[in-house]
């Protein structure tokens, strides 16, 4: 039947479902197993959210069930091209994706620690950025001992690379 003869009430709402963390087209999507584990067990939770969706209204219980289902689409799609990188697998005197690299900023003689991990496992509040970013750009392929700049668009950041480990 035509959407025209539907009236306007029992159109089916469209859920707004929000992006994953980005990832250009053509670039794998390295995860470290952590990061596996995580995709995994938000997958477990959006499972046990859909199986336990319940509303007094059928409308309403319809929409949750296809915000859910479409965020499990989204989700299943990145785990379906992820590709584990095994830490111990990595070199352990140079940097590469899985990291742990301790830097000094040259500046103010700071010591900061970060992870070089995949996109959705990103959290600079737990130190761990994407391998995407600026920095650790900078840093792959650098070893310890290595000073690299982080030039941005009003200045740039010298740090020294004080440790790598891969844990």
Known sequence: MSRGFVK?????EIPMVPP???LPEGVTN??????????L????KLIGEKDHTDSTNENDRRIALNFINAKLQLLNQRIGEA???????QPQHEIRFGAMVTLKT???QRIQIFQIVGVDEANISKGKISFLSPLA????NKKTGEKVVLKREKDETVFEIMAIAYR
Not at 137 to 140: A, F, P, T
């Open 8 to 12: 306007e009430d029992d159109q089916e």
């Open 20 to 22: 994953r963390a980005s």
């Open 41 to 44: 067990a938000e997958k477990q």
């Open 30 to 39: 390295y995860v470290t197993q952590t990061g596996m584990n995580e995709l």
């Open 83 to 89: 590709k584990i990188i095994q830490l111990h697998e």
């Open 137 to 140: 750009r900078v840093l792959l």
């Open 106 to 108: 040259a500046a103010n």
